[in-house]
């Protein structure tokens, strides 16, 4: 996507790494149908050699939600394929080719909180908190929400987020399931950056493995998911890289687990 000053989306690569930027500062990075579309391009076309990617946002919050001043008037059909828009893009994010971090601060709310739970890992600073007031307005999610939140903290804290209009901290949103990670103000991207680098030393097939396969595992039955498991188990192990790898660590030249 072209960076402009006009533009919802703001992208930068340092190295392997693709920094996309929520850039609507004055909106509170409200969520309008550009930022969907422009994300759904981003992740339709991801740049050669980009191993991971991390969404993060500009000014005071991450995302205040649905961009209630480009709401129109929609009959049941046309506000179908509007929520199916948002499904094909936040589906690009999930099952896209990288791994995706989302770095969030301030409000993850509506339709901001819908983007960080297509991620695969979320990293909160101490200002982030998360909130669903579509119950409060007469309206229920649309972007995905009620399938992939309940997955993160379970259908009862997702629907008492919507009964009751309740405000979760960054705090209590890490010990529940929202986030993995908790930072002091201002250090979440530095954190998100050095996971990526992480992820981005992984075996491609493996990060492979667990952004597509391991979400229909935890979906399917135990009998098909343990044969899903035994199928990607012997795959990735018989890729090249993999064989590399295990040498290395059978010759004692790679790290244990804790150094």
């Known amino acids: 996507m072209d960076n402009n000053e006009t533009s919802p989306l703001y992208t930068e690569i340092r190295g392997e790494i693709l920094l996309v930027r929520l850039s609507r500062p004055q909106k509170r990075n409200a969520m309008n149908d550009a930022t969907v579309l422009g994300i759904e391009k981003i992740f339709s076309n991801i ?79 101490a200002s982030a908190f998360y909130a669903l007031p579509e119950g409060q307005r007469g309206i229920f999610v649309g972007g995905g929400a009620s399938v992939r939140l309940p997955k993160l903290i379970g259908m009862a804290r997702m629907a ?38 992480k992820i981005c030393s992984n075996a491609g097939v493996t990060n492979y493995a667990l952004m597509h396969v391991l979400p229909r595992i935890t979906d399917a039955s135990q009998d098909q998911a343990l044969v899903m498991e035994s199928l990607i188990a012997a795959i990735t192990a018989d890729s090249p890289e993999a064989k590399e790898r295990m040498k290395l660590f059978l010759d004692g030249k790679a790290k244990k687990v804790g150094e």
């Open 47 to 125: 740049p050669d050699g980009i191993k991971c990617a991390i969404i993060h946002a500009e000014g005071k919050h991450f995302s205040a939600g649905l961009d209630l001043t480009e709401l129109v008037e929609r009959d049941a059909i046309q506000g179908m394929h509007h929520s199916r828009m948002w499904h094909r893009a936040l589906d690009k994010v999930q099952f896209g080719t990288v791994p995706v971090i989302a770095v969030m601060h301030g409000a993850c709310v509506g339709g901001g909180l819908e983007l960080a739970s297509a991620c695969h890992i979320r990293v909160a600073e």
């Open 160 to 197: 008492d987020m919507m009964f009751t209009g309740r405000v979760i901290s960054a705090e209590e949103g890490n010990t529940i399931g929202i986030s993995q990670y908790l930072t002091e103000e201002g250090k979440g991207l530095e954190k998100g950056i050095e996971l990526a680098t």
